[in-house]
């Protein structure tokens, strides 16, 4: 069946450095995608909507130059966090909508520490 | 502003019983409602699903009732099993945006 995956799984970096994160969709192709992320105990939220082609549309209090978004391909999208700090620390989760459905598959989802 | 709600934060259960998860939510827009379920460290997997027009949907153990008059659905599992143990996450969303918006999560522990 149609799998979303995330790559890396884990990354520990050092504060002020950039991080990227890749967000594939497998077997099916996805104008749109979907950054989550979710700090311990807590809900998901949603960051951002990537679009294939056009720019990425914030969530409200999400810094769009600390989250840099690019949706290169129908199966691509990433997430840099630029210039990172410790309180970016989090798990973010990407997803994509399942084609002419209603639901939406997740990724399995990356843990960032910034050290 | 939480438009998705999830009150009761964790919920234990004996195996062989009934779970059932809430979630309330406040805008009415909101058209399609989802039931995710989450292990720690993995991307949440989805459940269930009910349209507004609906009112009850049943797959196998899984049965989602929505009451829209008072913005209220609930999950109903039964008969619990051990393996249901996790974080479930009820979301919500409009037909007009795709988003999904998540409740705060309930953790629910079957006991053997």
């Known amino acids: 069946g149609a799998v979303v995956s995330q790559h890396p799984s884990r990354v520990i970096c050092k504060s002020g450095t950039s991080v990227k994160i890749e967000c594939r969709s497998l077997?099916?192709?996805?104008?749109?995608m979907f950054w989550y992320r979710q700090f311990p105990k807590q809900s998901l939220m949603l960051m951002a909507t990537s679009n294939e082609g056009s720019k990425a549309t914030y969530e409200q209090g999400v810094e769009k130059d600390k989250f840099l978004i690019n949706h290169a391909s129908l199966t691509l999208s990433t997430l840099t966090v630029t210039s990172a700090h410790p309180e970016d620390s989090s798990f973010y989760i990407c997803?994509?909508?399942?084609?002419?459905?209603?639901?939406?598959?997740f990724g399995p989802g990356t843990r960032l520490l910034v050290l | 502003d939480q438009q998705v709600k999830q009150n009761s934060p964790s919920l234990s259960v004996q195996e062989g019983r009934i779970s059932i998860l809430n979630c309330d939510y406040t805008?009415?827009?909101?058209?399609?409602f989802l039931w995710y379920k989450k292990y720690p460290a993995e991307g949440p997997t989805f459940l269930i699903s009910?349209?507004?027009?609906?009112d009850k949907n049943e797959d196998g153990r899984f049965t989602v009732f929505l009451n829209k008059s008072a913005k209220h659905l609930s999950l109903h599992i039964v008969p619990s099993q051990p393996g249901d143990s996790a974080v479930y996450f009820c979301?919500?969303?409009?037909?007009?945006?795709?988003?999904?918006?998540f409740g705060q999560g309930t953790t629910l522990q079957v006991k053997p």
């Open positions: 805008n009415s827009m909101f058209d399609y």
């Open positions: 979301a919500a969303s409009s037909s007009n945006t795709g988003k999904l918006i």
């Open positions: 997803s994509a909508p399942v084609p002419h459905g209603e639901t939406q598959y």
């Open positions: 077997d099916f192709q996805a104008t749109t």
């Open positions: 009910i349209s507004s027009i609906k």
